[in-house]
């Protein structure tokens, strides 16, 4: 199997100024075409630091892509690495490149200073890649085997994200004409509501059977649940689909409706997609999470199709005065129960006149809390023609991920129970 | 100078489905302090991979800090590799962390299975961190000078970026009390509604007259607005202060009411400040931004005592019948216009009961906009006693990036607002 590097240069890395999204669109990339990426490193802005970064990324993978330091400005200062790695006696211009710039300058109205035509030079030992969208070109180097013990090819591509996207397409093309590449395939099944540690307890048997071959991946996060990831690598496309098909199968049969889709996909986007199959539309009523479902579902774009409104009640006053909970439900039973959050998904149903509606009230903390209703604690419920369904949660972690695990437990509850034909 | 390498572990970030935040967080963590990052990589969760890169990374900094690979489940092998690196002979249990793990577990209502128990389980040789919020304890290993040439503490934190960031700080003071550390002292002044680009402009000969010890950086972020920090380092305590001092009140008499704060604030920060201040309250009316407003002023612990509540209306229904926006309004003018969000802001302040209000109506994109209001225009209002203040903005990003701007420059129309005495 072919497998890659990916180095990321800039001191702006380093100092956390500038968080690197660049690795995981080329390794994204990379993967989808078969090729494992085995590292990924970060280097600052020195000569020395790039080199030895460039020349262990050689030794450990075939392919090496690098991003960054191919500005026209003094610290930038990739280009002549290049040429010593490269063993380069000069510099030679690029006429393809040299075009470009001319032309990107001239379109912004910017005379054309020395610092810009040197961009066009490269060094002689290497196969520029045009750029069409910004003034660095795109370099290919390749190294024989006696050089670094494999059969290299290094590409340095420029760091601003949207030209080293635009890159990555021309550098792919590029190394599957120059290497035969084995195929990786993925499937993603992404569960709710069921905590890492019992879900792996409950799938122990299945995991226990896959082939050598298939690898299953845990993927944590408090919004979008926990995504179990499939991959299997050196097999033919059918091959490969008809074996996560089989074992993806089993998988979704032994977590039932915990399952709530696959791929990249997230609870808010199920909720819209729901609701457009239905030419439904839904609101919400919400205490702790302040506003935090409406956000997620209107995070999607089309979300105003389904989605028509809020109200978010933090004070007991908009509970009942706009919401129409009542005055003896909060004495009685306190605002964090089955009983107000009932009120509030009816009320909001009601007085936005949307089909469904989803409600929250619970204890974000740090502060609050009783010895019955803990910090974490939500009660949460979800409401439509057919009735209302209610249920709790106690989440132990900060403010932050309490509010987003208490909203998209809220968007699940409400998928369960639509799908169970119950609200 | 103490230097420091960030390793991230899991195979989920070389196959680019997750972007590692957590090595840019720990990075300016550390940067406060002091300590230098020179070097940032991901591996594999393979245990040679990890041997192979702790080692390197050993070799190469005074401090290695990893995340990630410490789950209950079998595809997460650090813990194993650690015991191989550290020499221990043995597993020992961490009293502590299973206190902590056996709470959480029974708080969510889950049982206590070997797996979890496992989790409090480390290495012989390592200090243990309590983490008070995951279940996967921190652990702190120490290398003698002999072993990678340098006196080294590596660290193990867990990979979820909410706990990674709430270890940062007990790795950061258990690093602060091992190595006597060069002194940095930092200021940051919070601006908002200024591009980087004109607030360079404006502060160039002010960031000419700097001193060479005293460094200047940009933080541009869509909701916390430009920060400006200010560096300056081998110093005396004193000394430093009143040369952060100095220079910090030229540039906020430079910056004006650009200026909303200092240090580890942020927009909804501030606005709860000015309304405990003055025994105020707040509600919102939100169309384009869809609870994101709500949702960060209820993102700060105790904000219900100052915020009410918040109309989402999505829907122009919303708009007309719960917040009593005209329909001649929203005929004549549209909803994303100057009418409308002052309709929209005052029927909120008189539907919730409160002393303020905010609005904002607009297109977040990516489709939808006309000649007139392009994709990415916001119009907001500001409303209390005094009367109710208009403006508009054009951001042009992504519907994430545009809607997060929208809220903070709502909230920073308020701020302006209410301190000219408008409102």
């Known amino acids: 199997m072919i497998t890659a590097s990916i180095c990321t240069i800039g001191d702006e890395i380093l100092i956390g100024q500038i968080t690197d999204t660049n690795s995981s669109y080329i390794a994204r990339a990379l993967n989808k075409v078969g090729i494992k990426v085995v590292h990924m490193s970060s280097c600052s802005d020195s000569k020395r630091d790039i080199l030895n970064t460039l020349k262990r990324c050689l030794r450990m993978s075939e392919v090496v892509i690098t991003t960054g330091g191919l500005g026209p400005t003094k610290d930038d200062i990739t280009k002549n690495v290049l040429m010593t790695l490269s063993g380069s006696n000069r510099m030679v211009r690029s006429h393809k490149q040299y075009i470009i710039i001319k032309n990107i300058l001239s379109a912004r109205g ?8 040197q961009q066009a030079y490269v060094p002689e030992n290497c196969t520029v890649i045009p750029n069409r969208i ?14 670094f ?22 550098v792919i093309s590029a190394i599957q004409a120059h290497y035969k590449l084995n195929r990786i395939f993925h499937r993603t099944i992404c569960t709710f509501g069921i905590a890492e540690s019992v879900l792996s307890k409950k799938i122990e048997s299945w995991e226990n059977s896959l082939p050598a071959n298939l690898h299953l991946a845990y993927l944590p996060n408090p919004v979008l649940g926990v995504r179990l990831r499939l ?3 050196g097999i ?20 039932g409706d915990a399952v709530y889709g696959e791929g990249d996909t997230n609870p808010q986007t199920v909720t819209g997609e729901l609701l457009l199959e239905r030419g439904a539309t839904i609101s919400t ?19 105003s199709r389904y989605f028509w409104g809020s109200v978010v009640s933090y004070d007991n006053s908009v509970k009942i005065n706009t919401l129409g909970v ?5 004495k009685k039973y306190g605002v ?37 209703k803990p910090v974490g604690t939500l009660w949460m419920a979800a409401s439509g023609p057919k009735g209302t369904v209610t249920a709790t949660i106690v989440s132990k972690s900060t403010r932050k991920i309490n509010i987003e695990r208490f909203a998209a437990s809220a968007l699940d509850l409400f998928r369960r129970s639509l799908l169970a034909g119950k609200i």
Do not use: W
């Not at 910004?134 to 050089?147: D, L, S, W």
């Not at 013990?149 to 021309?170: C, H, K, Q, W």
């Open 285 to 303: 009523a919400e205490s702790c999470t302040g506003g935090y479902v409406a956000h997620l579902l209107t995070e999607i774009p089309g979300s």
């Open 336 to 372: 964090v129960s089955s009983q107000c959050v009932k009120e509030m998904a009816e009320g909001v149903r009601k007085r936005l006149g949307t089909t469904y509606s989803i409600s929250t009230s619970g204890i974000a903390g740090p502060g609050g809390g009783t010895p019955n």
């Open 231 to 233: 991959s299997i690598y």
């Open 134 to 147: 910004g003034t660095a070109p795109i370099m290919q180097f390749r190294f024989p085997k006696e050089e």
């Open 110 to 117: 910017i005379q054309m200073l020395d610092i810009n035509r």
């Open 326 to 330: 009542s005055e003896n439900t909060v």
């Open 149 to 170: 013990g494999r059969d290299n090819l290094l590409f340095s591509m420029p760091g601003v994200p949207f030209e080293t996207e635009y890159a990555t397409n021309d």
């Open 236 to 255: 033919s496309e059918k091959e490969g689909k008809e074996e996560l098909d089989k074992y993806a199968s089993t998988l979704k049969a032994i977590l």
